[in-house]
């Protein structure tokens, strides 16, 4: 699995919880999925691993960059979504609020079997 997919499964993750608490235009939605996903697959690239997160109702950088630039930023709804998600070589993980796990995909394991279809899942 190269670096795009990564990134891309990332981004979709994120942009359906955004569809989940915020009542927004599917176009704002796709906007930030785009940017997100280049700004991850950025990040990746250059540091190996990437940490997204909202934390204590505030997101890092990257997520604020993405926010902003689909103006999905000043939505009130959005800081309900409490995750941080680590990716990593080999896992893509997401930590609640409290840091207990909710969903992982292994992405050694996809490699080796070589599966087109990637999903995450749901651990509890």
Same mark, same amino acid.
């Given at each position: 699995m190269n670096d795009d997919n990564i990134s891309t499964i990332a981004a979709n993750w994120w942009a359906n919880k955004i569809r989940e608490t915020t009542p927004s235009t599917e #176009?704002? +939605?796709g906007v930030f999925k785009k940017y /997100? #996903?280049? /700004? +991850?697959?950025?990040?990746y690239s250059k540091n190996g691993s990437v940490t997204i997160s909202i934390r &204590?109702?505030?997101?890092n950088r990257i997520l604020i960059e993405a926010? /902003?630039?689909a103006k999905l930023f000043s939505n009130k709804y959005i800081w309900q979504c409490r995750y941080e998600m680590k990716?990593?070589? &080999?896992?893509?993980?997401? %930590?609640?609020?409290y840091g207990c796990?909710?969903? *992982? /995909? #292994?992405?050694w394991f996809t490699r080796a079997r070589? *599966?087109?279809?990637? %999903?995450?899942n749901i651990i509890i």
């Amino acid at each position: 699995m190269n670096d795009d997919n990564i990134s891309t499964i990332a981004a979709n993750w994120w942009a359906n919880k955004i569809r989940e608490t915020t009542p927004s235009t599917e #176009s704002k +939605i796709g906007v930030f999925k785009k940017y /997100l #996903s280049v /700004l +991850i697959h950025d990040n990746y690239s250059k540091n190996g691993s990437v940490t997204i997160s909202i934390r &204590n109702d505030v997101p890092n950088r990257i997520l604020i960059e993405a926010l /902003l630039n689909a103006k999905l930023f000043s939505n009130k709804y959005i800081w309900q979504c409490r995750y941080e998600m680590k990716i990593t070589p &080999n896992l893509i993980s997401v %930590y609640d609020q409290y840091g207990c796990l909710q969903e *992982c /995909l #292994s992405v050694w394991f996809t490699r080796a079997r070589k *599966c087109p279809l990637l %999903y995450f899942n749901i651990i509890i």
